[in-house]
């Protein structure tokens, strides 16, 4: 199956910092992920989808200019969490659909970003 | 009414038991159905894919989709600790659009 590596694993950071996290797809090209968000004993939240070339796609209530989504290559996408607060404390997850048909998501491991 | 619906438990069992996790949903046109499993602190890990209706076996686990009454099972039989996770269903219509239960948290107790 598809192999979707994600990092950090884990970030503490201080309020007002900004963190980068980096979602590499290793099997195939990706013209497409989804960001998730996910808060304790809660399900995926999707945050946004990121293009390949294009600008993402939010879902409501996001903020675009807080969270950054940067698409520049067939096998990596990045988010940004600008000017981070303690309420941006979250667990944030990556996922990857096949090329083929994208009827299974294959999701990375997952970033625990902790802001002080 | 949520698209899909999923007892958050906690479900507790002893070793070796059989577990049923149950998710339900109101939208007719899912037809791809997915059951991923999730460590603390991790990654979803997809355990089980099934398109349309119909069962679906794999080692100890056992997936079955009655779209008729919308609502699809997975059976874990002969219980482990290490199958101490939570377990989300997942189904989509197309493909581009992704729907999660809440999860069930298990522990299954040696």
């Known amino acids: 199956g598809a192999v979707v590596s994600q990092h950090p694993s884990r970030v503490i950071c201080k309020s007002g910092t900004s963190v980068k996290i980096e979602c590499r797809s290793l099997d195939f090209q990706a013209t497409t992920m989804f960001w998730y968000r996910q808060f304790p004993k809660q399900s995926l939240m999707l945050m946004a989808t990121s293009n390949e070339g294009s600008k993402a796609t939010y879902e409501q209530g996001v903020e675009k200019d807080k969270f950054l989504i940067n698409h520049a290559s067939l096998t990596l996408s990045t988010l940004t969490v600008t000017s981070a607060h303690p309420e941006d404390s979250s667990f944030y997850i990556c996922s990857v659909p096949p090329q083929q048909g994208g009827e299974k998501l294959f999701f990375g491991s997952g970033t625990q970003l902790s802001v002080l | ?110």
């Open chain 2, 1 to 110: 009414q949520k698209e899909v619906e999923q007892d958050p438990g906690p479900l507790s069992v002893p070793e070796g038991a059989i577990v049923s996790l149950n998710c339900t949903y109101s939208n007719s046109a899912f037809q791809y159905f997915m059951w991923y499993r999730q460590y603390s602190r991790k990654g979803p890990e997809l355990l089980m894919y099934t398109y349309s209706s119909g069962n679906k076996e794999d080692g100890r686990f056992t997936a079955q989709v009655d779209k008729s009454s919308k609502y699809i099972s997975l059976f874990i039989r002969d219980s482990q600790p290490s199958d101490s996770a939570t377990y989300l269903c997942a189904m989509s219509t197309t493909g581009n659009q992704f729907y999660f239960g809440t999860g069930t948290s298990l522990t299954v107790i040696p």
